[in-house]
Each structure stands twice: as C-alpha cells, then as structure tokens.
C-alpha cells in the first residue's frame, strides 16, 4: 500500500505552498485570499525513494467550510486514513482555528509532523521552539517560499513511514 501524507491547517497557513514546492509543479492554487483552493488534491510523491500520496486539504470552495469540514465530519476520514500528517502552524501567529485543529488531532498525534511555516529567516527561529508545547513529538519550523527546512521535514518523514 502506497503511504499517504496529508497536509493540513487553517486558511492561509501555507499549506499549498509547502504542496507545490514538495511536488514541484503548481498544481495546488495558492492566494493570498483564503479560499481558492479546492477540494483535496492528491498527488502522487517521491519521499526519497518511496513512492507517496501528498494530499493538499484546501478545503471545498470556501476554505472556511473547509475548515469545518476538516473539524466537523467529511474530512476527518483523512485523518485517520493518513500513515502521517504534516499538520501546519505558522510561527507569526496562533489563532482560535489553530486550537481548534490542535484538539481534532489529538488522536493522531502518533502520526504528526507539526510543521511551523513562514520561518523565513534567523531571527524567526527562535520561535520554533514554543511550539512544542502543543506536545507532539516531531516539530520542524520550515519557510515553504523561501525553501527553508524542506530537507529536514523530509527527513523526519522518511522516519515515520
Ligand atoms: P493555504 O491556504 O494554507 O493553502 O495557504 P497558501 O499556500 O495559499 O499561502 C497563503 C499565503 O501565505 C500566501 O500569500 C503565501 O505566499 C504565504 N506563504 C506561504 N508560505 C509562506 C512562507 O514560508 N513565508 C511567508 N512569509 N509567507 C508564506
Ligand atoms: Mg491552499
């Protein structure tokens, strides 16, 4: 079976962005408006060597009810068929829809990749490491515009398949 790797988080945390640079073609929409991306988007992957399915859950039509959707019902289906989760937060800013994320994934915290985007530089990387009270094991602070930490998320992925 072909392992599959989700990415989640709330609008506009940087979800597609991380997608298309993992993937390397812009098949997810990224905007600066929470929104426009649709649906989930699989997309076959290498991980090293090993071949993976990386789902985008941008979410359907409005990333709000697709947040909802991801909390509420349809989506947590993904949850629990993923073999790991790189669940995004971004070290600017933690909101009320972060929280709200963090609970519905206690459950898969085995699974998890905390993943803290918009690292852009030095100066922001000592705020990766507050996110470890959310208490999940593996944490990387990455920049998916810039390209940083890209090569550590894939390496503590590669160790959780
Ligand atoms: P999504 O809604 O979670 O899919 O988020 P997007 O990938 O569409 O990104 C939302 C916005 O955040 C866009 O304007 C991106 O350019 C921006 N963004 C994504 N990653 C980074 C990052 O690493 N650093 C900064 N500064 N902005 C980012
Ligand atoms: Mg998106």
Known sequence: KIP???????PNVGKSTLFNRLIGKRRAITDPTPGVTRDLIP????LGNHPV??????????EREGFDDLVANKSLSLLSQSDAILFMMECTAVTAEDEELL??????????????????????????WE???????????????????????EDTLLGML
Do not use: C, M
């Not at 599959?4 to 709330?10: K, N, Q």
């Not at 997309?43 to 290498?46: L, N």
């Not at 399915?53 to 409005?62: A, E, P, R």
């Open 103 to 128: 609970t519905a994934l206690r459950p898969y915290s085995e699974k998890v990749l905390l993943v803290v985007n918009k690292v852009d530089g030095p100066k922001r990387d000592d705020l990766v």
């Open 43 to 46: 997309e076959r992957w290498y």
């Open 53 to 62: 399915t990386l789902v985008d859950s941008g979410g359907v039509k409005v």
């Open 131 to 153: 996110y470890y009270q959310y208490g999940f094991q593996r944490v990387v602070g990455i920049s998916a515009t810039h390209g940083l930490g890209i090569e550590d998320l």
């Open 4 to 10: 599959v790797i989700s990415i989640v988080g709330r």
